[in-house]
């Protein structure tokens, strides 16, 4: 079956311009995070969506950064007045459910370059 | 900062030896998870142990955890030239409510052929 989907796949975009990363996750995972991978980094956890509940917005690094999910389906990450800093690669990720013991399926990224 | 960190950062190796990293951690955990990343890909689940837990196997990974010195091992055996990824260790937190997967920063395996 499809896995998680991303667009686009990278990004170029001018400092100060605003982005908007797309996600689909795997059908029926109610689950969906967003992380952010820098060069020769971890991953840093940026929000998480279960179902219906308010998000976990705990990892946003700004108030620039936003993110939705429609119909519990597709997200969406929105960087508003990108800055340099802001380049990395943009992980999603979707789990069936919220149980811990349920592993993460990862996109493959969209890779953002500010310039 | 980061709950996991892996141990060494690069490893280098020959086809056919055995690959061990490590994995420490802060605080108490729910499970410990093991992900691979190949180079411009996404991460692929590959092994989860619980904290009740003490070793698993998959195949020709195998994992160990104890939870009394916060690490966690994983081996893998007969390594490929395939095997050649970046490999991360992430925890989920005990307690609560809290499902978030915390990562470290990889260990970077080079198996060479």
């Known amino acids: 079956g499809a896995g998680v989907s991303q667009s686009p796949s990278n990004k170029v975009t001018e400092k100060g311009k605003d982005v908007e990363l797309r996600c689909d996750p795997i059908?029926?995972?109610?689950?969906l995070y967003w992380y952010r991978q820098s060069l020769g980094q971890g991953l840093e956890f940026l929000i998480y969506?279960?179902?219906?509940?308010?998000?976990?917005k705990s990892g946003l690094p700004s108030d620039r950064f936003s993110a939705e999910r429609t119909g519990g389906s597709v997200s969406t990450l929105t960087i508003q007045r990108t800055q340099q800093e802001d380049s990395a690669v943009y992980l999603c990720?979707?789990?069936?459910?919220?149980?811990?013991?349920?592993?993460?399926?990862f996109g493959n990224g969209t890779r953002l370059t500010v310039t | 900062s980061q709950q996991g960190e892996e141990d060494p950062q690069a490893l280098s190796i020959q086809e056919g030896e055995n690959a061990t990293m490590n994995c420490s951690y802060k605080?108490?955990?729910?499970?410990l998870q093991w992900y691979r990343q190949n180079s411009g890909r996404g991460l692929v689940h590959l092994i989860l142990?619980?904290?009740?837990?003490r070793e698993k196997h998959s195949g020709r990974l195998r994992v160990t955890l104890d939870t009394s010195k916060k690490s966690s091992s994983l081996l893998i055996t007969a390594s490929r030239a395939a095997d050649t990824a970046s490999y991360f260790c992430?925890?989920?937190?005990?307690?609560?409510?809290?499902?978030?997967?915390?990562f470290g920063k990889g260990t970077l395996l080079t198996v060479n052929p």
């Open positions: 059908s029926g995972h109610t689950a």
């Open positions: 992430a925890t989920i937190l005990s307690g609560g409510s809290n499902y978030k997967l915390t």
């Open positions: 605080t108490s955990i729910n499970n």
């Open positions: 142990i619980r904290s009740n837990e």
């Open positions: 990720a979707s789990s069936p459910h919220q149980a811990p013991n349920s592993p993460l399926h």
């Open positions: 969506f279960q179902g219906n509940s308010a998000p976990d």
